[in-house]
């Protein structure tokens, strides 16, 4: 059996006929100039060349080239940088943290990854433009935003084949990816979030400023929210290598107390900067995670 390949990493078949005619956009004005489905502030077309796509019945036929054409005999556009529609960021946390999984689920990188996928098959489906970051302390992967089937078996390639390590910089590293997102777009973000509140959310606001549209996921195993623990033992930090020794039935009711009040700091930072937050646990398969998601966009007019 050949080895799986893009999109086969995180989808079967039957996942992708899923997804039907399901779209990914933004809620806010986006900057492209191509007719679509997304609003636009931008008018005319950009000297500046940035891909090619192929063509569709009522395409402007005055962009084809023809030079493509005449190698291998299909209709292809030039798409100019200002050209797509919707500019979707996707900011996949792969510090060592979200390596963890528990009771036999995916790691909450894999889902994360299988999540981003998804969006990522929806936004270039409909021919829009879709970048990816993997980072941890720093930026490790950086695609800049394009679109086409080779640019998806790209992206989904890289998060297959990276796996977490390092401690993470979750602000730090969001404040230098809100620096390079010049020009507005919709960034979804999944990570576990494991950093101070008030860092957090500085660096969201940061994107804010930028005029983006947010979403952030926010990916925790089951076994993190419940602490279904019962023996005695030793509970390692995956990023620090800090390792305690307790008794789980000793802190349990304090540990969900805490957790609590993580994700009710999370949900208000994001409701205050009119950031939409999706808890996103591992115990589901991603695909019904985002379908529900994205339906309930779709039904509140996103």
Known sequence: MAAADGIQHFLAPADIARLGKLRLSSRFTVE????????????????EFADYRQYVPGDDPKHLDWRVYGRNERLYLRQYEEETSLRAHLLVDASHS???AGNGSSSKYHFACACAAIMAYLTIKRQDGVGLALFDRQCRVVMPIR?????LRVLCNQMANRQPEHETDLAATLHHLAEQAKRRGLVVLFSDLYDDIDRLRAALAHFRRRRHDVIVYH?????ELDFPFRESGAFVDLETGEKIVTNPKEIRTFYQQTVENFLYQCRQ?????????VLALTDQPAIDLVLRHLHQRALAGR
């Open 98 to 100: 979200m390596a963890y």
């Open 32 to 47: 492209g100039a191509m007719t679509g489905a997304h609003r636009s502030q931008l008018k005319g077309v950009s000297v």
């Open 147 to 151: 679109s086409g089937p080779e640019h």
């Open 219 to 223: 990916v925790l195993d089951r076994t």
């Open 269 to 277: 930072v994001c409701a205050g900067l009119d950031v939409e937050y």
